[in-house]
């Protein structure tokens, strides 16, 4: 069985497919086109420039010839003859000029002078009407020689006096042979320019070979509408920047995560989003992989990489629903272990309920039931009294459970009273979240541990004050302690810290407010956060200013 014939390949033409050869031949075309162009142009005026320097110079053999005094003289005293004085002297002025022909007439146009002596005597070809006139005449004609370059002038007597005229002529085939003569050398140097054009064409071809990694321009086009479509779509925030430092290219998604749009581009990260960490991210300035920063209430997670031609490119990451996840998960974790050890002790209990019922000690188990049933409706009743806003409620009351299972006493002052009107309920559930975490950290494992919460309403403003009987923070580091990355803590499974007080201080501030960390009384650290207008409405209920009463410690 015999094989099928491939198809034979057809011969397809057309611009090559990679950039450098397009370029190259596009330069070569062009450089080709304007030598032929320049050449033509050249050529063009050089024909008429040769035929007006033909005229004149016929012109200024005719007039020479006609100064001189003798030839008029024997053109009035000698006849026209083959061998008369006349024809002499025009003969050797032919010779020596190298003109075609020096032709002296009378006023009737009788030749007493030719090349040819047999057409002595006879009247001339051309009309010399103008030159017997006394007019100087230049011209291209036809005569008995052929097609010449023409000069004639009147001829005069002593007394100026028209007594006939001079007509010289040059060959106009020496005129063509001279302009045939410069072609060449012009054709050389048109060839010399064209080949420094070529090569000029094909060292910048190369230097775009190199700088476009020898791609296609279909290639390069895909690129561009590829790069489009993945800056636009991807779900991470792409910054870019140029050697000098100022924004040349924003995606979507960064200017959703930076809160900034077009008119950046061309600005410095400084102008742009304003003087912090962030801006110091996008410049350069803080260095290293992963680097987290807080850009309004985000918390971003940033890299940057430096480029070939001097600028970088810096990736955002929105991290914030991740640490709110996280954080999550941790308390998660902590009511689970809570839960764990109320179970245990919930077990327990019961068995010494068990036991009191054996025992038929019924009164005894009757108050140990009231006693442990009182004891948990205590903490609930202690915060929904002080604080009615059920979100920021049922956030401490979990946090209290946490505090216990880790060894430490949750305290809500009694200086606490804050209403249901908050207008940002999930704003300070943050905040306090985020002080009560790091204050539960501060004094893990110490004895007689204790934080205690304050929450007051001061007309629209609400303040909170969360203090601790931990180590505290020396005086050179409270500023720190609000820096975005910073932190003295091991970070937790979930990522990195270093967030939790840089958003409690953003989010303050955001709201004209601030955050503020001080020594508390008797030791430990005293976070106080200040958020104006935090409250809806004016019937508020007044903030307590009297001193608290001691409280018990668990």
Same mark, same amino acid.
């Given at each position: 069985?015999?094989?099928?014939?491939?198809?034979?390949?057809?011969?397809?033409?057309?611009?090559?497919?990679?950039?450098?050869?397009?370029?190259?031949?596009?330069? +070569?075309?062009?450089?080709?086109?304007?030598?032929?162009?320049?050449?033509?142009?050249?050529?063009?005026?050089?024909? &008429?420039? +040769?035929?007006?320097?033909?005229?004149?110079?016929?012109?200024?053999?005719?007039?020479?010839?006609?100064?001189?005094?003798?030839?008029?003289?024997?053109?009035?005293?000698?006849?026209?003859?083959?061998?008369?004085?006349?024809?002499?002297?025009?003969?050797?002025?032919?010779?020596?000029?190298?003109?075609?022909?020096?032709?002296?007439?009378?006023? $009737?146009?009788?030749?007493?002078?030719?090349?040819?002596?047999?057409?002595?005597?006879?009247?001339?070809?051309?009309?010399?009407?103008?030159?017997?006139?006394?007019?100087?005449?230049?011209?291209?004609?036809?005569?008995?020689?052929?097609?010449?370059?023409?000069?004639?002038?009147?001829?005069?007597?002593?007394?100026?006096?028209?007594?006939? =005229?001079?007509?010289?002529?040059?060959?106009?085939?020496?005129?063509?042979?001279?302009?045939?003569?410069?072609?060449?050398?012009?054709?050389?140097?048109?060839?010399?320019?064209?080949?420094?054009?070529?090569?000029?064409?094909?060292?910048?071809?190369?230097?775009?070979?190199? #700088?476009?990694?020898?791609?296609?321009?279909?290639?390069?086009?895909?690129?561009?509408?590829?790069?489009?479509?993945?800056?636009?779509?991807?779900?991470?925030?792409?910054?870019?920047?140029?050697?000098?430092?100022?924004?040349?290219?924003?995606?979507?998604?960064?200017?959703?995560?930076?809160?900034?749009?077009?008119?950046? /581009?061309?600005?410095?990260?400084?102008?742009?989003?304003?003087?912090?960490?962030?801006?110091?991210?996008? =410049?350069?300035?803080?260095?290293?992989?992963?680097?987290?920063?807080?850009?309004?209430?985000?918390?971003?997670?940033? &890299?940057?990489?430096?480029?070939?031609?001097?600028?970088?490119?810096?990736?955002?990451?929105?991290?914030?629903?991740?640490? #709110?996840?996280?954080?999550?998960?941790?308390?998660?974790?902590?009511?689970?272990?809570?839960?764990?050890?109320?179970?245990?002790?919930?077990?327990?209990?019961?068995?010494?309920?068990?036991?009191?019922?054996?025992?038929?000690?019924?009164?005894?188990?009757? $108050?140990?039931?009231?006693?442990?049933?009182?004891?948990?409706?205590?903490?609930?009743?202690?915060?929904?009294?002080?604080?009615?806003?059920?979100?920021?409620?049922?956030?401490?009351?979990?946090?209290?459970?946490?505090?216990?299972?880790?060894?430490?006493?949750?305290?809500?002052?009694?200086?606490?009273?804050?209403?249901?009107?908050?207008?940002?309920?999930?704003?300070?559930?943050?905040?306090?979240?985020?002080?009560?975490?790091?204050?539960?950290?501060? /004094?893990?494992?110490?004895?007689? =541990?204790?934080?205690?919460?304050?929450?007051?309403?001061?007309?629209?403003?609400?303040?909170?004050?969360?203090?601790?009987?931990?180590?505290?923070?020396?005086?050179? #580091?409270?500023?720190?302690?609000?820096?975005?990355?910073?932190?003295?803590?091991?970070?937790?499974?979930?990522?990195?810290?270093?967030?939790?007080?840089?958003?409690?201080?953003?989010?303050?501030?955001? #709201?004209?407010?601030?955050?503020?960390?001080?020594?508390?009384?008797?030791?430990?650290?005293?976070?106080?956060?200040?958020?104006?207008?935090?409250?809806?409405?004016?019937?508020? $209920?007044?903030?307590?200013?009297?001193?608290?009463?001691? $409280?018990?410690?668990?």
């Amino acid at each position: 069985m015999s094989r099928p014939t491939p198809p034979a390949r057809r011969l397809r033409l057309g611009l090559p497919r990679r950039m450098f050869s397009q370029v190259l031949l596009m330069q +070569l075309a062009i450089a080709a086109g304007v030598t032929v162009l320049a050449t033509g142009l050249f050529l063009a005026p050089l024909s &008429n420039q +040769l035929d007006d320097q033909a005229m004149r110079r016929a012109l200024a053999i005719a007039q020479t010839t006609a100064e001189q005094p003798q030839i008029a003289k024997d053109l009035q005293t000698t006849p026209y003859s083959a061998d008369g004085p006349v024809q002499k002297e025009a003969e050797r002025i032919r010779k020596a000029t190298k003109a075609e022909y020096v032709v002296i007439m009378n006023k $009737e146009g009788v030749r007493w002078s030719h090349t040819d002596p047999e057409e002595i005597g006879g009247k001339v070809s051309t009309d010399p009407a103008r030159a017997l006139a006394g007019e100087e005449v230049m011209e291209i004609d036809e005569g008995t020689l052929g097609r010449s370059a023409r000069g004639k002038v009147p001829l005069r007597d002593s007394d100026g006096n028209i007594i006939g =005229a001079v007509s010289v002529g040059i060959a106009y085939d020496s005129v063509r042979a001279r302009l045939i003569h410069a072609i060449p050398g012009l054709l050389a140097y048109a060839g010399g320019a064209l080949a420094v054009g070529a090569l000029a064409a094909w060292l910048i071809s190369r230097r775009v070979q190199r #700088q476009t990694r020898d791609l296609a321009f279909s290639d390069i086009s895909a690129l561009l509408a590829e790069r489009e479509a993945m800056l636009h779509g991807i779900r991470e925030g792409v910054v870019a920047l140029d050697r000098t430092g100022r924004v040349r290219l924003l995606n979507d998604e960064a200017q959703r995560l930076l809160g900034i749009g077009d008119e950046a /581009v061309g600005r410095s990260p400084d102008e742009a989003l304003g003087a912090g960490r962030t801006a110091d991210v996008l =410049a350069g300035r803080v260095t290293g992989t992963d680097l987290l920063t807080v850009r309004g209430q985000r918390v971003l997670i940033a &890299n940057r990489m430096p480029t070939d031609d001097g600028g970088a490119v810096a990736t955002l990451r929105d991290r914030t629903e991740l640490e #709110q996840l996280g954080r999550e998960l941790d308390s998660t974790r902590g009511l689970i272990d809570a839960l764990r050890a109320q179970d245990h002790e919930h077990a327990n209990r019961m068995h010494t309920l068990l036991g009191l019922l054996e025992l038929e000690m019924y009164d005894d188990a009757v $108050e140990f039931v009231g006693e442990v049933v009182g004891d948990h409706r205590a903490t609930a009743e202690q915060v929904t009294e002080k604080i009615k806003d059920p979100l920021l409620a049922a956030l401490l009351v979990g946090k209290a459970t946490v505090a216990a299972e880790r060894g430490v006493a949750l305290w809500i002052s009694d200086r606490t009273r804050l209403p249901d009107r908050l207008i940002d309920p999930r704003g300070i559930v943050t905040v306090v979240g985020n002080l009560v975490d790091n204050a539960l950290d501060a /004094v893990g494992g110490k004895p007689h =541990a204790r934080v205690e919460v304050e929450l007051r309403a001061e007309g629209r403003t609400a303040v909170l004050r969360v203090r601790d009987t931990g180590p505290g923070i020396p005086a050179e #580091q409270r500023e720190l302690v609000f820096t975005e990355g910073w932190s003295t803590k091991e970070p937790p499974a979930h990522g990195k810290r270093g967030i939790g007080l840089s958003l409690v201080r953003r989010l303050a501030e955001r #709201q004209g407010g601030s955050a503020a960390v001080t020594e508390a009384d008797g030791g430990g650290a005293e976070f106080v956060v200040v958020l104006p207008e935090a409250l809806a409405g004016d019937d508020l $209920e007044p903030a307590l200013t009297v001193p608290a009463a001691p $409280e018990e410690e668990s």
